[in-house]
């Protein structure tokens, strides 16, 4: 299947690109530098660089984008700085989740997309009451007035939460503490996090977080499994 990623050129997302294009699937990746991409993937035959910003694209271009892709995955976040935390666009991740939704359904396909979002183990899943301690409540309070990436997690994941389409499914997949590995480790999946993000977080190797999304994409009985979910992703062997 082809599928378009968003934020390619990311530290998970550029090693979701080189999984996926290693799985012999088609890639459109839509990037503002088309250098941000080491030039072994840029020169691959099942990769199409389309240049420019995911909320630059006019609703008719994004559609034409989305067109043919049987699964859209992104893994836009904030840069650690203070104009990536505090500058524009605050809603990145929202505005982009929404507008490729309004892309899907636009093409009115036969058959439903997949939509994988990474997100953050941080984020709780409204749907499932997921239980955190009167502290963690204030402090996470507290951290989504002063840090905007934080609230737009939460809403990019609420945009796919409240769907009303039967043109897409989605799952929106939560690491923890993100950390740089060179090689696919053993991982856990949980339906929700077992330890606390704020006061005993665990690790994630941004290469598992892309392995995972890979299978989500491409293979039917991981997809089946965690649909319509927000799985919680920690690296085995250091948890």
Not at 75 to 86: E, V
């Amino acid at each position: 299947m082809t599928v378009l990623v968003i934020g390619a050129t990311g530290a998970t997302g550029r090693l979701l690109v080189q999984e996926l294009l290693h799985r012999g699937e088609p890639v459109r990746a839509i990037v503002r530098r088309p250098d941000g991409l080491p030039e072994a993937i840029t020169q691959h035959d099942n990769l199409t660089l389309i240049q420019g910003s995911v909320l630059d694209f006019s609703a008719t271009e994004l559609a034409q984008h989305v067109h043919g892709c049987r699964a859209v995955a992104s893994c836009l976040g904030h840069n650690l700085t203070l104009k990536g935390i505090y500058g524009a666009p605050r809603r990145l991740v929202t505005e982009a989740t929404s507008r490729l939704c309004q892309a899907i359904v636009a093409n009115a396909s036969d058959a439903s997309t997949r939509f994988v979002l990474m997100n953050t183990a941080g984020n709780q899943n409204r749907d499932r009451q997921e239980r955190i301690s009167f502290r963690e409540r204030c402090l996470i309070g507290l951290i989504r007035c002063l840090l905007p990436p934080h609230a737009d997690n939460e809403q990019a994941s609420d945009v796919l939460r409240t769907l009303n389409s039967s043109l897409i499914q989605w799952a929106a997949v939560r690491p923890d503490t993100l950390v740089d590995q060179d090689t696919v480790t053993p991982y856990n999946l949980h339906p929700s996090p077992t330890r606390s993000a704020l006061f005993n977080p665990g690790k994630t190797s941004r290469i598992n977080v892309a392995h995972f999304m890979a299978e989500l994409i491409t293979q039917d009985d991981m997809w089946l499994q965690w649909q319509g979910k927000m799985p919680v992703i920690y690296n085995a062997s250091i948890n």
